[in-house]
């Protein structure tokens, strides 16, 4: 049976999604699509629109940074076309995702976000969650946007050595 390249294409992105309790961000997926060499990055950006315009998957943006998860209509796409899906295939995803699983589940918990608020201010909001538990959420009022996206790129690089020192200050 031939299969349509992009029918495949969105049972992949479908697959990596179910196998993580994360959400996964555009540039993890990109990362292993494009690894492999499966398609082109302006193919996989369609795919990924195709499957949010059938709601088999949802987005959060979060900064610049794009956070996929599967919806209960995408699980079901899956158990009914998943074998679509070669064993060598899905032998690559579950490596992939189990070579870089702390690695992705690192980025998929650490979110920075900026905004400005009613009083001119720009308010960074810092957040770092391990299962679905806030860890640590910091807000940061500043008088500049420019000051914002800074903590904002600061926390994603250094959130464990901040974490880690108000633990220490606060024990």
């Not at 996929?68 to 995803?93: A, C």
């Not at 650490?110 to 201010?121: D, H, P, R």
């Amino acid at each position: 049976m031939t299969q349509d390249p992009l029918t495949l294409y969105k049972l992949i992105v479908l697959y990596m999604l179910d196998k993580v309790k994360f959400k996964l961000t555009n540039a993890q997926i990109s990362d292993f699509i494009l690894e492999k060499e499966y398609t082109s990055y302006m193919t996989l950006q369609q795919v990924i629109s195709d499957l949010l315009d059938t709601e088999l998957i949802k987005a959060d943006t979060s900064m610049n940074r794009t956070y996929y998860s599967i919806t209960p209509e995408g699980q079901s796409t899956l158990s009914y076309f998943g074998n679509r899906i070669s064993d060598t295939i899905q032998d690559e995803i579950n490596t992939f995702l189990s070579e870089k699983h702390l690695e992705l589940k690192n980025e998929a918990s650490i979110t920075a976000n900026y905004y400005k608020s009613v009083s001119g201010e720009f308010e960074a909001e810092l957040a770092a969650k391990e299962k679905n538990i806030t860890l640590v959420s910091i807000k940061l009022s500043v008088p500049t946007q420019e000051m914002a996206e800074i903590i904002c790129d600061g926390w994603y690089k250094k959130n464990q050595q901040i974490y880690k020192y108000l633990m220490q200050e606060l024990f």
